[in-house]
């Protein structure tokens, strides 16, 4: 089935140590998308790629950066992460275009 | 007016009766009004959607009612279950940006 895959599902990591979430998508959108989710919140935008090009939302924190090598992969990086920045991070894809987004099933960060 | 407003917060609805969730916009230029349904832990998942060419979309139990002028739009669930405790949030988007606009949730709990 084509979907969007998150990896891992469950990620703890040490106060300032950088993580790196990944996502996978065979459903071929050009659009790739990464989403921060508190607690009981809607999703926050915070990245998102039109094939290749990059944009940012102009309140994602400089300790957030994202890498998109190619179509299929996505990665978000956190650079120093701090307790705030523990949440769900949610990859989603779409075509350009189109409507209608396709979500992972999240990676759960905890920040010890 | 790239906000989305969703009411109520939480909702508890005995089991076969109709629940009910309701949203608002400001931006006349959204053209695309989906829901989402999520269950603790996983990402959201599209649920139904509905362009503001027609002013009702039914899928199974549930149905979405779009009223353009007012500018609102709202989910019904007919007979609900047990299984559809879930929060939902409704979005809004339009051609040309593909972004989604969250609604801030509504957690929906069904009883027996």
């Known amino acids: 089935d084509a979907m969007v895959i998150q990896n891992p599902r469950y990620q703890v990591t040490q106060f300032g140590k950088p993580v790196t979430l990944s996502c996978s998508q065979t459903l071929n959108h050009n659009v790739m998308y990464w989403y921060q989710q508190k607690s009981s919140q809607a999703p926050k935008l915070l990245f998102h790629y039109y094939d290749k090009d990059f944009n940012n939302e102009a309140d994602t924190p400089d300790n957030f950066q994202s890498r998109r090598p190619n179509t299929s992969f996505c990665f978000l990086d956190i650079r120093s992460p701090g307790l705030g920045d523990a949440a769900m991070y949610l990859c989603a894809t779409s075509f350009l275009g189109g409507y209608g987004y396709t979500f992972g099933s999240g990676t759960r960060l905890t920040v010890v | 007016q790239q906000q989305v407003k969703q009411s109520p917060q939480s909702l508890i609805v005995q089991k076969g009766g109709i629940s009910i969730i309701n949203c608002a916009y400001e931006?006349?230029?959204?053209?695309?009004f989906p829901w989402y349904q999520q269950f603790p832990g996983k990402g959201p998942a599209l649920l139904i959607a509905?362009?503001?060419?027609?002013s009702e979309k039914k899928e199974g139990r549930f149905t979405i009612s779009f009223n353009k002028s007012a500018k609102q739009f709202s989910l019904h669930i007919m007979d609900s279950q047990p299984g559809d405790s879930a929060t939902y949030f409704c979005?809004?988007?339009?051609?040309?940006?593909?972004?989604?606009?969250f609604g801030t949730g509504t957690r929906l709990t069904i009883i027996p």
């Open positions: 931006n006349t230029a959204f053209d695309y």
């Open positions: 979005a809004a988007s339009m051609r040309g940006n593909e972004k989604l606009t």
């Open positions: 509905i362009r503001p060419d027609v």
